[in-house]
Nanobody, 123 residues
Framework: QVHVVEFGGGSVQAGGSLRLSCAMV????????MAWFRQVPGLERQELAT???????TYADSVKGRFIVSKDIVKFTLHLEMSGLKPEDTGMYIC?????????????????WGQGTQVTVSS
C-alpha cells in the first residue's frame, strides 16, 4: 500500500520562503510522477508544480519564477522551494503521486495523496 506524507509548511510573512517535502512509501516501481497541489476552501484544488516520470517539470503561472520543484528519485521524495511568498499562496499544500502523468493534468491524474500541510502567508 502506498502512503504519501508531507513535511514542512507553517506561517511566514509576505516575501518570505518555505520548503516543503513529501515522501512516498510503499511504491515499488522505478518511475513515477509527483506533484504539489494547493487547496483553498471554496476553490478547486490547483496543481502548482509537477515532475513527471521523465523528470520534466511544469508550473502553474501563479508560481513560476518563485517556486522550484525537485525530486529525489532514489528516495521517492519531492521537494518544493517556495520564495517570494504572497498572501494568496496561503492554503493546504497537498502532495500527489502516480506511476505516470504525462499528458494529463489535474487531480484526476493522481492515485496517491497525502493529507496536506498548511502554509499561511501574512501580509
Amino acid at each position: 500500500q502506498v502512503h504519501v506524507v508531507e513535511f514542512g509548511g507553517g506561517s511566514v510573512q509576505a516575501g518570505g520562503s518555505l520548503r516543503l517535502s513529501c515522501a512516498m512509501v510503499g511504491y515499488t516501481y522505478s518511475r513515477y510522477c509527483m506533484a504539489w497541489f494547493r487547496q483553498v476552501p471554496g476553490l478547486e484544488r490547483q496543481e502548482l508544480a509537477t515532475i513527471d516520470q521523465d523528470e520534466r517539470t511544469t508550473y502553474a503561472d501563479s508560481v513560476k519564477g518563485r517556486f522550484i520543484v525537485s525530486k529525489d528519485i532514489v528516495k521517492f521524495t519531492l521537494h518544493l522551494e517556495m520564495s517570494g511568498l504572497k498572501p494568496e499562496d496561503t492554503g493546504m499544500y497537498i502532495c500527489a503521486a502516480d506511476e505516470t502523468c504525462a499528458g494529463c493534468s489535474g487531480p484526476a491524474c493522481f492515485a496517491y495523496w497525502g493529507q496536506g500541510t498548511q502554509v499561511t502567508v501574512s501580509s
